[in-house]
Structures are given as structure tokens and as C-alpha cells.
């Protein structure tokens, strides 16, 4: 199963979070989408423990009503494993390799890094173009290398309910390829400076830094949505279901924002800043020119403008549905962009340029 190929007229990206199953479908190319259909459907506690899929049933349930309901007839499909079961590495190799000779170094190099049996992994790899080091000699490779049951369970779930599972990405790569692939405003500057990005899970962000459309830094934090839920139960003496109910409503209690919102920026931002630190301490970098922000959290109204006032840095939305065509309800769509950003780059793996 490739981590780097296919590509197609239509595509479907399945992400399979901690909380739910997202999907979006694109049609168009990658200059031009257009977003077909897309949904959201909750996955029971439990389901997917540590970016690991621990009860496939529950997820397949969920995948097939979603698959129903938005009425989705692309069976060509990208689905991501987590970051935190992925090895990534960039090696340098002699630039007259043939593509055979490159796969065989892969598998030696894997050898080297790679914690498991080879035989137990696996291992795709994509040719990133002359190494800075040594352009006229060399090509820097970038190696991707999972343990197969982990790919083996994702691959399960998408065949299961009628689809073909073409690619098993990694989730930092479609926030990349969101990235790279989006004419962002006010990131003019995206070609030369670093920018970091935040995905807000529930339980962990992922950081991803680039510098220029390439990655130069990712790690995991463990911090997500699930505070904000557990300061509106402390607040208002409620379960989990119903603070979520209160996170939903339109009609909120009126002092919410003073007791549970502002408190959870400051604990955010202070949890962004620390990333950023623990980055600049093992990079050349002293700052980033801006961060950008996704994930369920990153939806809330002026999380953005809030946190750029709070870490004293410019920050924005990393998803913009302005630049895609949109099927049907544009503005449902947006209410939803920030969950639906990796099931997006994803869906953008499978479009032609």
C-alpha cells in the first residue's frame, strides 16, 4: 500500500479521527476542486485508542452510514494513519540510481532507523529532487516505513464497506499537501520563512512546522478539544454529552465566555508556545512568521484573531473553502472546515495538477 501515489478525477479522504469519521469528496484537479459531498459521523469511545483503530466494527458501522447518508458513489479512497505510527526519514542517495537500485537502498536504509522486522513494516518512499548538500550528486529520498498491522486495519475498514483503499497516507502529509496546495491569504511569504500549523484533536494537537511547502518539524502535544469540554463539566456540573450540547448551542450560557472560553485560550496558547519553543530549541530557527490553526477547537468564533493577540503572532485558518467549488450548502460546509482539513488533503492526493 503506497504512503506517495495515485491520482484520479475524483477522490475520496477518509479520516478516521478519535471522535468521529470524516470524509470529503473532490472532483475537479488540484487547481480547480470542487467539493462533491463531505460528512461527519461520531464514533463511539473507545473506537480508535492512541491513532490505533482497537474496534473495527464500530468504525465500519460508522463509515457505511456515512457513506449512505451523503450519498457518496466514489469508490476511489485516501485514508491516513497517524503521525505517531509513522516513521519518516530523508536520506541522501547518488543521484544515478535507478528506481530499482533506490528501492533496495530504501529497504537497507529502513533497516537502520526502523524499530520493528522489515518484514513486519511497510515501506513506501518518494524522490524529493537534488539534496541541498549536494545537488549535482545526489537526491535526498524520502523514506516512510509503518508497521503493517496498523496499515492492515485501516485498509480492513475502507474495504469492508465497498471502497478501495488506493492510498494509506500520513496525517501530518494531507495537512501539508492542504497547505502547499492553498493560494492562503497573507502567506505571501510561505516561500522563504517558516509557518507553523496546529491541527486540535481532541485529546493531542499535531505541530507541524514548514519552511517553504516542506516539513521540518512535527511532533504530537498532548492537548485537544477534550480540556475545553472538561472546563464547561467543572463549570456547569454537567456529563460529557451535555457540555458538548452547551460547546453546540446557539444560545450558550451568558457568562461562558468569561468562565470557560477565555481560561481554555490561555491554557492553549500557552501550550502552542511551549511547541514552538521545544521547535526553536532543536532547529535554526528563532521564530515562525505565522501559525495557523485547524481541528474541531479551531472552528470556535475569533479563535484565531484570540490567539494571535495571545502568542503576539499573525494567525489565521489553515482550511479556506473560498478557493473551493462547493456542491450544495457552502455554508454548512464552513461551519465544519476546521474537522474536515486532513480529509481534505487528502482527497487532494488523488486529484491530477
Not at 493531542?204 to 512535527?218: L, N, P
Not at 521564530?287 to 484565531?304: C, D, H, K, N
Not at 467549488?325 to 491530477?352: D, F, P
Amino acid at each position: 500500500m503506497s504512503f506517495f501515489t495515485s491520482k484520479s478525477g475524483s477522490y475520496l479522504g477518509v479520516d478516521i479521527g478519535s471522535s468521529a469519521v470524516k470524509c470529503v469528496e473532490l472532483v475537479g484537479s488540484r487547481t480547480s476542486p470542487k467539493v462533491k459531498s463531505w460528512g461527519i459521523e461520531p464514533l463511539e469511545v473507545g473506537t480508535i485508542e492512541e491513532g490505533a483503530i482497537v474496534q473495527q466494527d464500530n468504525v465500519i458501522t460508522s463509515l457505511d452510514a456515512l457513506l449512505n447518508r451523503c450519498r457518496i458513489k466514489t469508490k476511489n479512497v485516501a485514508v491516513a494513519i497517524s503521525s505517531s505510527h509513522a516513521i519518516t526519514k530523508v536520506v541522501p542517495m547518488p543521484s544515478d540510481l535507478t528506481e530499482a537500485d533506490v528501492e533496495d537502498q530504501v529497504e537497507m536504509e529502513a533497516s537502520h532507523f526502523v524499530p520493528y522486522a522489515i518484514d513486519d513494516v511497510n515501506l513506501d518512499f518518494q524522490l524529493m529532487g537534488p539534496s541541498l548538500n549536494n545537488p549535482d550528486n545526489e537526491q535526498d529520498v524520502l523514506i516512510a516505513a509503518c508497521r503493517t498491522d496498523i496499515v492492515d486495519d485501516y485498509v480492513s475498514v475502507i474495504q469492508e464497506v465497498g471502497l478501495h483503499p488506493n492510498v494509506v497516507d500520513i496525517d501530518t502529509f494531507a495537512i501539508q499537501r492542504l497547505y502547499a496546495n492553498q493560494r492562503v491569504p497573507n502567506l505571501s511569504d510561505k516561500n522563504t520563512k517558516a509557518v507553523a500549523a496546529f491541527d486540535i484533536g481532541v485529546n493531542t494537537t499535531k505541530v507541524v512546522v514548514f519552511e517553504g511547502e516542506d516539513i521540518i518539524f512535527s511532533r504530537q502535544q498532548k492537548f485537544g478539544g477534550s480540556q475545553l469540554v472538561n472546563l464547561v463539566r467543572q463549570e456547569y456540573g454537567l456529563g460529557v454529552p451535555e457540555a458538548l450540547a452547551v460547546l453546540e448551542s446557539e444560545s450558550p450560557p451568558s457568562d461562558i465566555v468569561e468562565n470557560v472560553f477565555q481560561p481554555y485560550m490561555s491554557m492553549a496558547s500557552n501550550e502552542f508556545n511551549r511547541a514552538l519553543q521545544f521547535f526553536y530549541s532543536s532547529s535554526k530557527h528563532e521564530a515562525v512568521s505565522q501559525v495557523l490553526f485547524t481541528g474541531g477547537v479551531a472552528g470556535m468564533p475569533g479563535f484565531s484573531a484570540a490567539m494571535s493577540q495571545m502568542m503576539n503572532i499573525q494567525a489565521q485558518d489553515l482550511i479556506d473553502f473560498s478557493q473551493f467549488s462547493v456542491q450544495g450548502n457552502r455554508g454548512a460546509l464552513v461551519s465544519k472546515m476546521g474537522r474536515l482539513s486532513v480529509a481534505t488533503g487528502l482527497a487532494l492526493r488523488g486529484l491530477s495538477n
